[in-house]
């Protein structure tokens, strides 16, 4: 998570997609065969840039 920012800081919507997100992550894990090969990739850039957005509102830029 960004440095700046906390939970309280999103939106509801934001907040929604966030756990949303979240919740999918685990659902990968849980879909896991043991490798441990679970790709979380897309999911972590989409839950950072709802980050990003939030940190620019913030600060106001």
Do not use: P
Request: glycine residues 10%.
């Amino acid at each position: 998570m960004a440095k700046d920012i906390s939970f309280r800081d999103f939106t509801t919507g934001e907040k929604v997609r966030v756990v949303a997100l979240v919740a999918r992550m685990g659902k990968r894990g849980l879909a896991d065969d043991g490798t441990g090969n679970v790709d979380l990739s897309d999911l972590k850039k989409r839950v950072e840039r709802i980050e990003k957005a939030a940190e620019r509102r913030k600060n106001g830029k």
